[in-house]
């Protein structure tokens, strides 16, 4: 671990700005590079006075917006005809097709929002998202909003704990639990608004 860290500290030292936005790119779409190991070392270049912590975290959530439209499109212009097509095979019928749309139509922004958030999920979430056309502006701003906050949590880690890389990863699973909970708590909070309205 520590030999990594330090690769990707000299890497994105290398590359500067651009490889943040790049790493980023390909961590949020479908290549397995966790944002975990990509903006501390940023944060902590920051901290040197070798990087600016604000065009870094504004790159990085950049990179994640495009990644996630590479997703978004990938899933719109090759899985949409595919699935309609051939889904009756693996059992996706029109109807359950249909439902995926009904559902990202009403609650695809909060969906896309905590979906940015959480492991594993962020890698996906856009291809709901694309399969049932989300519209572009709120797909944009609810990518935003999300992965920049991730991405800023994750450079200030960085940036208050430096190049110790036990503790990067400690306080980036404390973040990660502390996202879970705020997630979990939207998700109350939108299910109950929800209830009201019905």
Known sequence: ???????????????????????????????????????????????????????????????????????????????????????????ITEQKFSKVETFFKNHGEVSTFIGRLLPVVRHLISLPAGLAGMNHAKFSLYTLAGAGLWVTVLTFIGYFIGAREELVMRYSN?????????????????VRKHRRKG
């Open 1 to 91: 671990m520590h030999e990594l860290i330090t690769w990707l500290v000299e890497t994105i030292g290398a590359l500067g700005y651009p490889g943040i936005f790049l790493l980023m790119a390909m961590e949020s779409s479908v290549i397995p590079i966790p944002s975990e190991l990509v903006m501390p070392p940023a944060g902590y270049l920051a901290q040197k006075g070798e990087m600016s912590a604000f065009i870094a975290i504004l790159l990085g959530t950049a990179g994640s917006l495009v990644g996630a439209y590479a997703n978004y499109f990938a899933a719109h212009y090759l899985g949409r005809p595919l699935l309609l097509k051939y889904g009756k095979y693996v059992w």
């Open 174 to 190: 404390q973040a990660l639990v502390g996202v879970l909970i705020l997630s979990a708590a939207i998700i109350v909070l939108y």
